[in-house]
């Protein structure tokens, strides 16, 4: 019996000590035990890695009853300049690169987590297409819900990684920044990014339905909803039109007046034709980003 607790206690001693460097790292602040490394050092590692679980994780510890969602021009929309128009605490949910299904998908994740009064929804015309309906948000899902799921996974891993690299050197690790100077980037978006959301667009009746599930759950349980339309800049607004797609929009934003409250941002107008008001086609600065959080929230 002996030779065989140690031969299991040598045969495990790896993942012990892989549990052990993950309890007193932990990049997502799942078991939130040990503060060994820094929130600062994880929001430049971590987050970018995987804003999905973190914002996840962060959520189902301190759930909020107001929230914003969509994807990264959402993220724009600065939760204490909200908090400071109206008061009330709000949960900036949106994720980079989200689609609508994801969107989706954070809501019915939200109020199982929290009772929600007030949901805005951020989305751009570019989403609204059936053709792109991934959602990596059910995997942050499964690993909230399962800890062997955070244990095992690649991109914790990575995350810990990351975490004490950074921790060491105190050097920026500059994930996800663009190896383009910006009129590169611009263009490069234009050309691909912009191909891509509208060459093979396809009408997302399944979306445009689970829409109008979530507008009608909020209209009985008295939850405030509002779409808004970040804006972007008028090289992309074109773009629409050169793909034959007028149309659509127009159709688009019928769906979504039908559903609740829209503050569309996203047309020729004096904030989108000034290049300057840009990072790049789809991002407008912060600058820009807290005159839409002024005319939306503060009314």
């Known amino acids: 019996m002996k030779i065989f607790l140690g031969k299991a206690l040598i045969f495990s001693s790896p993942f012990l000590a892989w549990l052990l460097l993950l309890v007193l790292v932990d990049p997502f602040n799942y078991f939130n035990l040990s503060h060994l490394v820094s929130d600062d050092v994880k929001m430049a590692t971590s987050y970018k890695l995987n804003g999905r679980l973190w914002k996840a994780i962060a959520f189902k510890r301190s759930p909020s009853s107001c929230i914003v969602l969509g994807d990264s021009r959402a993220l724009g929309m600065d939760a204490e300049r909200i908090r400071k128009l109206t008061g009330k605490d709000f949960f900036n949910f949106a994720h980079g690169g989200a689609t609508v299904e994801e969107i989706i998908e954070t809501f019915e994740y939200a109020r ?3 009772q929600l009064t007030d949901v805005y929804i951020g989305v751009n015309f570019d989403l609204y297409n059936d053709y792109l309906s991934s959602n990596l948000f059910s995997g942050a899902v499964s690993v909230v819900k399962e800890s062997r799921y955070y244990i095992f996974n690649r991109s914790v891993a990575e995350a810990l990684f990351q975490n004490l690299v950074t921790s060491i050197t105190k050097r920026d690790p500059r994930i996800g920044a663009p190896r383009m100077d910006k009129e590169e980037f611009w263009q490069y978006l234009l050309n691909y990014s912009a191909s891509i959301a509208y060459r093979q667009y ?16 909020c209209r009985d349980n008295r939850i405030k909803l509002v779409f808004f339309i970040p804006p972007t800049h008028v090289d992309l607004q074109k773009k629409v039109e050169d793909f034959g797609l007028t149309g659509a929009r127009e159709r688009f934003l019928g ?39 002024a005319d939306i929230w503060g009314e």
């Open 202 to 217: 396809h009408y997302p009746s399944h979306q445009y339905y689970r829409l109008q599930q979530i507008a009608a759950y």
């Open 112 to 114: 199982s987590c929290a």
């Open 255 to 293: 769906d979504l007046r039908a559903l609740a409250v829209v503050y569309d941002f996203d047309y020729p107008n004096e904030w989108t034709i000034q290049r300057d008001n840009f990072r790049d086609p789809f991002h407008c600065t912060q600058d820009l980003e807290r005159l839409v959080i």
